[in-house]
Every structure is written in C-alpha cells, then in structure tokens.
T-cell receptor, first 114, second 109 residues
Framework: KAGVTQTPRYLIKTRGQQVTLSCSPI?????VSWYQQTPGQGLQFLFE???????NKGNFPGRFSGRQFSNSRSEMNVSTLELGDSALYLC?????????????FGPGTRLTVL | EDKVVQSPLSLVVHEGDTVTLNCSYE??????LLWYKQEKKAPTFLFML????IEKKSGRLSSILDKKELFSILNITATQTGDSAVYLC?????????FGTGTSLTVIP
C-alpha cells in the first residue's frame, strides 16, 4: 500500500505571496490532518478533514485554509505569506480519526518564506 | 487548555545505555496516547496505548501508560546510534491529536 504523499517537497516563496500544498492519503483513509512543525513550537495542529468536511480546526489565522476532495486528497492554502510561516508542513491520514486510529504521516513540504 | 509535555527536551547518551522518556498530558476526552520517532523526515509510528499498566513492547523499545497520573514513559534499552531521533508523544481525543514538542535523543558511539 502506498504511503501518504505530499507535493511539493520544497517550496520557496516571498512575503505576500500565497501557496497551495497537496496531500494524498493512504488508500482507504478518509481523515486528513495538517500540521505545522517549527523548531520552537513543535507540531501544531492546523485542521482536519473527513469526507470533504472540516471537522476540527486549530488556532491559526484565517490565512490558513484547506479543503478535501471526494477522493480524500486534500489541499492546504496559505495566503499573504509571512516570514513566520516558514516551516515543515506535515499531512497525516487515518481511517476516520477515532479513538483507536493511528495517524500516518507524509514526508512533509518544507516551505521557506523570504 | 489541552496540552502534552515531554521531558527531557534533549538527551545525550552512549551506546548501550538505557533511556527513559517522559510524557505527561492534560487533555479532555482522552482516548489514546501515541509515540512516534522522527528522524530527518516524517514521524513514524511506534506505539499506541489505551489502557493503564499494560506494557507495549517492540524489540528494545517499550512503553506504558498511567491514566490515573496522566503520563506515559518510553524506554529504550541497549541504545544504538540508529536510535538517535526526536521522539514525539501525542494524545488522541477522537477529534484531534495533541503533540508534545518532543525529546531529542542523541546516541554517541
């Protein structure tokens, strides 16, 4: 079974631009979560999608948004990029995010904002 | 506020040593606790714990959960250089996962 894939793997943008990151979950997984990882803050939850609906959202500004398609693939968009948005963005998939689920992570997209 | 705290933040040991990593949590609607290992790539799953007092074991790694005292430990015996990584602890509330900032383990030959 193929793992979680994320594209692109690396991205360099300038302040003010916007960016879209993509995540394809493991086949059969319907829950996709997004995280931001920085050296100082660790892994911080952005949002979770299940069956094309955003079920949970972390404490990030509205510049961070996402969506999920009918095939469970998910995209994350960040508008008006700031220097502080430089981070590793990880996507994780699980069957349906229940108490016994495990999340499987993709390799991440490293975003650098100049 | 839900939170997961890991200690120590970093650890340097010699090959062959035994280490214990700690994870304490305060979350509402706790469902399970997970341990991950992260090298220079995505975190990989190690253990999921749902019941107190039942040790999970995989080779030289083992973990146990105490739901009364709200903590878990991850033990690594006879450490090897390949164990060098950041170890992450997370709790699953059924709605989302809360992660600690991790313990960075360095094993010196």
């Amino acid at each position: 079974k193929a793992g979680v894939t994320q594209t692109p793997r690396y991205l360099i943008k300038t302040r003010g631009q916007q960016v879209t990151l993509s995540c394809s979950p493991i086949s059969g997984h319907r829950s996709v979560s997004w995280y931001q990882q920085t050296p100082g803050q660790g892994l911080q939850f952005l949002f979770e999608y299940f069956s094309e609906t955003q079920r949970n959202k972390g404490n990030f500004p509205g510049r961070f948004s996402g969506r999920q398609f009918s095939n469970s693939r998910s995209e994350m968009n960040v508008s008006t990029l700031e220097l502080g948005d430089s981070a590793l963005y990880l996507c994780a998939s699980s069957l349906k995010l229940t108490s016994t689920d495990t999340q499987y992570f993709g390799p991440g997209t490293r975003l650098t904002v100049l | 506020e839900d939170k997961v705290v890991q200690s120590p933040l970093s650890l340097v040991v010699h090959e062959g040593d035994t280490v214990t990593l700690n994870c304490s949590y305060e979350v509402t609607n706790f469902r399970s606790l997970l341990w991950y290992k992260q090298e220079k790539k995505a975190p990989t799953f190690l253990f999921m714990l749902t019941s107190s007092g039942i040790e999970k074991k995989s080779g030289r790694l083992s973990s146990i959960l105490d739901k009364k005292e709200l903590f878990s430990i991850l033990n690594i015996t006879a450490t090897q250089t390949g164990d060098s990584a950041v170890y992450l602890c997370a709790t699953n509330t059924g709605n989302q996962f809360y992660f600690g900032t991790g313990t960075s383990l360095t094993v010196i030959p």
